[in-house]
């Protein structure tokens, strides 16, 4: 068996508006005294509450930020540029140093918001991002279906480094399998990348059993990014068993239940036009009452903890696994 240590229950997916109250307890800086006056210097000690973790060979930060809502929040909204950057700033300030995006967002442009974001620490982090949707790279729409081709991959990421502004990408997730390529070849163009130092680990993100298995045979899979949270805990099932198996890190997407698990969610929210939400099942008329019934126990033991419910949520997740 691995070293269950090596497995990380990291925050990836975590919305910004939730993330730094909790970074912020995790380093015992009263939330009414954190500022989103990032300056990017970094604190000169590692929060100790904060933790690190392994991802195989791969050391980040317990909790990572996801950015994806950074260029269109859940594709309704466009926050303010300079905010963002702020954020990520002074996310790295208490002592994040994993950051999560894909090319798929914006399409393009969290890749440039975070880039410019890290650009003045970017040898003290890791960066995360993903491909394999059909996204022409000249115009930025998306196309139909997915597209993992060896030479799309290739292409793709010599665009993600120009607009992260860094010279490798220390770990490419496979956003979606592409059926129509076998996940030998797709790790094999990974590889080629590897060994040209432009990407340093790489994962897989919702694949089947038997292609992770396949894909890990062909080149060593560093980490698995799924959805998990206390409102979908499949992974559980299977997914986690197989990593621990393996030795492949698990990194869990919207581990806030795509806002749920803050506590702003009730039953009279209602998703503005265009955004994703309003087709997920989790928010239907007949399941939001029994998902709410989730958020008010942990709205509860936010009282009881003097915590937000994000971080109880948050909480949860990285006490699953050491």
Request: aromatic share 8%.
């Amino acid at each position: 068996m691995p070293d269950r240590r090596k497995f990380l229950i990291a925050g990836a997916g975590v919305a910004a508006a939730s993330l730094l109250p909790h970074v912020s307890a995790a380093a015992q800086v009263q939330a009414g005294q954190t500022s989103l006056e990032g300056t990017g210097a970094g604190s000169s000690q590692q929060p100790a509450s904060l933790g690190r973790r392994m991802l195989g060979s791969l050391e980040v930060s317990s909790l990572g930020l996801g950015v994806q809502n950074m260029s269109r929040k859940y594709e309704t909204t466009v926050p303010y540029r300079p905010e963002m950057i702020r954020v990520i700033r002074a996310a790295f300030d208490h002592g994040l140093t994993f950051f999560d995006a894909a090319e798929a967002y914006g399409p393009f442009e969290v890749e440039r918001i975070l880039g410019e974001g890290v650009a003045p620490f970017r040898d003290k982090i890791v960066i995360a991002t993903k491909f394999g949707w059909n996204i022409d790279q000249e115009t930025g729409k998306r196309l139909p279906g997915l597209n993992s081709r060896p030479e799309h991959v290739k292409r793709v990421v010599e665009a993600m480094l120009k607009r992260l502004q860094t010279d490798r990408i220390d770990l490419l997730y496979q956003h979606r399998v592409d059926p129509e390529v076998p996940i030998e070849d797709v790790a094999g163009a990974v590889k080629d990348l590897m060994d040209q130092g432009k990407v340093l680990h790489w994962g897989l993100s919702e694949m089947g059993l038997k292609t992770l298995r396949r894909a890990h045979a062909e080149l060593p899979v560093t980490a698995v990014q799924n959805e998990y949270s206390m409102l979908w805990r499949e992974p559980e099932k299977e997914v986690i068993p197989v990593c621990e198996e393996l030795g492949i890190g698990f990194v869990p997407w919207s581990p806030l239940g795509v806002q749920f698990l803050t506590g702003w969610i009730d039953g009279n929210t209602r998703s503005a036009p265009g955004d994703f939400r309003g087709t997920e099942s989790r928010f239907s008329p007949e399941n939001l009452p029994h998902n709410l019934a989730l958020v008010e126990l942990v709205k509860k033991w936010a009282e009881q903890k003097n915590a937000t419910p994000a971080q109880i949520a948050l909480a949860w997740l990285m006490a699953q696994k050491p």
